[in-house]
């Protein structure tokens, strides 16, 4: 199916050029001729970024120009025209809306990592309070060695929180 696309896309490019080429041996004007720009191959090239659910960086991707003429100036009819507006634009609202839905999960995905830190330094400061009330000293310390393991790493994420994302609200302490 992609082979026959790409079959009709070049008739179809062959017909525009030998059509240029026609307005320009009749002599058209330049007001003409600036419409109706010469066609690329960097213009038939699909990107497929804008449709890619993992794409990054769709600012730079601009269609061509064939797509933004003024179509109702040769036609009267421009449903396919719409129809194709309509389609690119939602297409790049489900991207920009995964992006956002990512950026919601990683910022909760965060959160319930620094919570984590945080459960497992209280739960190791329950079991040195409760080692040493029981005597066991070496427990103890190996219990008081965790708690501050999972502080350090509550008190990192914490930092790289705030070098990250430092116009959001801070990390409940």
Not at 55 to 76: G, K, Y
Not at 159 to 171: G, V
Request: proline share 2%; hydrophobic share 40%; glycine share 2%.
């Amino acid at each position: 199916m992609v082979n026959s696309i790409d079959i009709s896309v070049r008739q179809q490019a062959a017909i525009y050029k030998r059509c240029r080429e026609a307005m320009i041996a009749l002599g058209a004007d330049t007001d003409t001729l600036t419409r109706f720009q010469q066609l690329q191959k960097s213009h038939m090239a699909i990107h497929t970024a804008a449709f890619s659910q993992n794409a990054h960086d769709h600012r730079s991707s601009n269609l061509p120009w064939f797509w933004c003429m003024d179509i109702p100036r040769t036609t009267s009819s421009k449903n396919w025209l719409t129809e194709f507006y309509r389609i690119h634009w939602l297409r790049a609202k489900a991207v920009k809306d995964r992006w956002e839905e990512e950026e919601d999960l990683l910022m909760s995905e965060f959160h319930w990592t620094m919570n984590f830190f945080k459960f497992r330094a209280k739960k190791w400061n329950k079991k040195c309070v409760s080692f040493k009330a029981a005597g066991l000293h070496g427990a103890a310390c190996y219990a008081a060695r965790q708690k501050a393991v999972y502080d350090r790493l509550a008190e990192q994420g914490a930092s790289k929180w705030l070098n990250m994302s430092p116009e959001i609200q801070p990390l409940n302490q």
